[in-house]
T-cell receptor, first 116, second 113 residues
């Protein structure tokens, strides 16, 4: 069975601080994707990134960066110079795995509050 | 291109009434998913469509819930005889294929009084 663990339930930071959201996963697949989604107060789940397990290079997109470490089964997400608009719940997820599996396996989410 | 759309955005209904929630996926996406998110909770998978067929309906929480997808596009989730515990945000997602990136709609916030 697949599992995603986001140990940080809630994090508060002051604007302009850097913050890292942790994600640890379990899967029996040898190749797989990993995802991060953002859910702002409006409620919509916004896709942020998809990472293939083949590629362990860090990814950077503006103030966002992702550190994928297959050896420790972690896919951490860092926001640099946080802004109030970053306040949201962030979910890490694995895709469906195996026959009869259709849904994303989500972590429980980390609620990030950026204080002005 | 347009993203996933859902209607209505909000729905308030009385206990015992039936409701229909609609999802219009991204054009060309063959896979469509329904999830439910209760207040402060994680996402609960409800049902998946590949084309028009739903291979597995076991995620639906009760026989009051049903879903269909017509023409490989629009999907409707129907809840009969609504109960207060059905109050939640119902999220629809679509993807090109089963393991590809799922893109979510804005959700329908259902409140059963």
């Amino acid at each position: 069975a697949q599992k995603v663990t986001q140990a940080q339930t809630e994090i508060s930071v002051v604007e302009k601080e850097d913050v890292t959201l942790d994600c640890v996963y379990e899967t029996r697949d040898t190749t797989y994707y990993l995802f991060w989604y953002k859910q702002p107060p409006s409620g919509e789940l916004v896709f942020l990134i998809r990472r293939n397990s083949f590629d362990e290079q860090n990814e950077i997109s503006g103030r966002y960066s992702w550190n994928f470490q297959k050896s420790t089964s972690s896919f951490n997400f860092t926001i640099t110079a946080s802004q109030v608009v970053d306040s949201a719940v962030y979910f890490c997820a694995l895709p469906p795995s195996g026959a009869g599996s259709y849904q994303l396996t989500f972590g429980k989410g980390t609620k990030l509050s950026v204080i002005p | 291109g347009a993203g996933v759309s859902q209607s209505p955005s909000n729905k308030v209904t009385e206990k015992g009434k039936d409701v229909e929630l609609r999802c219009d996926p991204i054009s060309g996406h063959t896979a469509l998913y329904w999830y439910r998110q209760s207040l402060g909770q994680g996402l609960e998978f409800l049902i998946y469509f590949q084309g028009n067929s739903a291979p597995d309906k076991s995620g639906l929480p009760s026989d009051r819930f049903s879903a269909e997808r017509t023409g490989g596009s629009v999907s409707t989730l129907t809840i009969q005889r609504t109960q207060q515990e059905d109050s939640a945000v119902y999220l629809c997602a679509s993807s090109l294929r089963r393991v590809e990136t799922q893109y979510f709609g804005p959700g329908t916030r259902l409140l059963v009084l």
